[in-house]
């Protein structure tokens, strides 16, 4: 089954401690990306990828890494997480074109963190 | 950062009517117009990517259209059912970027 699969779904943390939330799609999609959801600020991007080795800023970077090693995993970690980044985090994936080629996004199930 | 804007915010309908929403997004350095819809306690699911002015997309009962001379995109819904029930976001493709507006919440009663 085609598929992105986000781990943990859910977690709490304190202030500081590092954390990863890992992302992994099966369809060798080459875009990669990752997104937080608050109310009423609606789906941000915070990094994303055009490829292996490949990744860039998006709108809400700050406090956020990511690194893109396969072409399958894009893993997003918090070095010190604060409570402003609770949230719930989506990652995504697409077939990237040239140009004007674009295709839709598949979404992974979701990470709702807590940092307290 | 570009601006996407969806009006209206909220919506409430009753079974059976159609409604209408709107995406606004700058007309410059456009690549694309993602449609999303977004069921609660789910993951959005595409509905449409458009790409060239002009473009009309239709998926069963929902359709959209886009102009990107001046920078909008409608998506229809004909006959709304319960099951319309949901979150609609668009979002703007500007470079590698993807720029989504904060949605149309819609409502359908029976």
């Known amino acids: 089954e085609a598929q992105v699969t986000q781990n943990p779904r859910y977690l709490i943390t304190v202030t500081g401690k590092k954390l990863t939330v890992t992302c992994s799609q099966n369809?060798?999609?080459?875009?990669m990306s990752w997104y937080r959801q608050d109310p009423g600020l609606g789906l941000r991007q915070i990094y994303y990828s055009m490829n292996v080795e490949v990744t860039d800023k998006g709108d809400v970077p700050e406090g956020y890494k990511v690194s893109r090693k396969e072409k399958r995993n894009f893993p997003l970690i918090l070095e010190s997480p604060s409570p402003n980044q609770t949230s719930l985090y989506f990652c995504?994936?697409?077939?990237w074109g040239q140009g004007e080629q674009t295709y839709e996004q598949y979404f992974g199930p979701g990470t709702r963190l807590t940092v307290t | 950062i570009l601006n996407v804007e969806q009006s209206p915010q909220s919506l409430h309908v009753q079974e059976g009517d159609s409604t209408n929403f709107t995406c606004s997004f700058p007309s410059s350095n456009f690549y694309a117009l993602h449609w999303y819809r977004w069921e609660t306690a789910k993951s959005p699911e595409a509905l449409f990517v458009m790409t060239l002015n002009g473009d009309e997309k239709k998926k069963g009962r929902i359709s959209a259209t886009l102009n990107t001379k001046e920078g909008y995109s409608y998506l229809y819904i004909k006959g709304s059912q319960p099951e319309d029930s949901a979150t609609y976001l668009c979002a703007s493709r500007a470079g590698y970027a993807l720029n989504f507006g904060k949605g149309t919440s819609l409502l359908v009663t029976p």
């Open positions: 369809m060798n999609h080459e875009y």
């Open positions: 995504a994936s697409s077939l």
